[in-house]
């Protein structure tokens, strides 16, 4: 394990989060730092959005690797990217690509189980294999679990927590170091997948859902905000320039 990999992976502790602010490339990556903060993480949707493409691995892989050389040229704090569906059709071609993007000198990466463009969940052996490949090239796997997706948590809460669950010790037994659980806003969901949780939670943080102090009251041990900071930074630009070419003066 490099140092920065075992460096990324002592910042997850349940009760006192790993705080991410997800940034799309080198610009966004300085001025995160610089607010104090103790790791770098890339967000797909951020990073294809910044260079005019969708998300779900319209972004080229050397392109991603590209954009990461550049991150990594200006912070010596370690940096997790986020490889989507894993850049591969099998698990063999998951290895590849997450082989790579440890050798470029990534500390971890975010990787979903499911396929990009696909609603369904991959069957958790399928899943697992995928997340299995991808550890054993020794970077810190944020196994993304997307039960939560589209799910009606006042009606199945329970039933979604025991399925989580039995993916997060399948994703767990191989190899991920963390899991990483979005679209959830409960706070009794989050607080039973924290405390039956093999391996330490990330949480999204969201509009209307537990604040960061909450999620570490309830042993989340990473919380990040994916997009979020992407498109309020896109939406302040555009606020900006409908005012300055409404004829008005900006406010910088």
């Excluded at 951020?46 to 779900?56: C, E, F, P, S, T």
């Excluded at 396929?115 to 993304?144: H, K, W």
Aim: glycine residues 12%; aromatic residues 6%.
């Amino acid at each position: 394990m490099s140092d920065k990999v075992a460096e990324f992976r002592a910042l997850h502790v349940p009760g006192d989060p790993l705080i991410l602010v997800n940034i799309w490339d080198a610009g966004s990556a300085k001025a995160v730092a610089a607010a104090g903060a103790k790791a770098i993480a890339t967000g797909s949707y951020g990073v294809a959005g910044a260079q005019g493409r969708a998300d779900g691995e319209d972004f080229p892989l050397d392109d991603v690797f590209d954009n990461l050389a550049r991150i990594l040229s200006v912070t010596d704090l370690p940096v997790t990217i986020d490889m989507e569906s894993g850049y591969g059709a099998d698990p063999a071609s998951v290895g590849a690509s997450i082989g790579m993007a440890k050798a470029a000198g990534a500390a971890g990466i975010n990787m979903e189980d499911r396929m990009s463009g696909e609603g369904a969940l991959l069957p958790i052996a399928a899943a697992q294999a995928r997340y299995r490949a991808a550890a054993d090239t020794g970077i810190f796997v944020n196994a993304r679990c997307d039960v939560f997706r589209g799910a009606d948590v006042a009606a199945d809460g329970d039933a979604l927590v025991a399925a989580t669950l039995e993916r997060a010790r399948a994703y767990a037994d191989a190899g991920a170091g963390s899991l990483f659980v979005p679209f959830l806003l409960d706070a009794k969901c989050i607080g039973a997948i924290c405390d039956a949780s093999p391996l330490p939670v990330n949480i999204l943080r969201g509009k209307g859902g537990p604040t960061h102090r909450e999620l570490a009251g309830l042993g989340v041990a990473r919380i990040s905000h994916g997009h979020q900071p992407w498109a309020a930074a896109m939406a302040w630009l555009t606020g900006q320039a409908v005012e300055v070419l409404g004829g008005n003066e900006p406010d910088y």
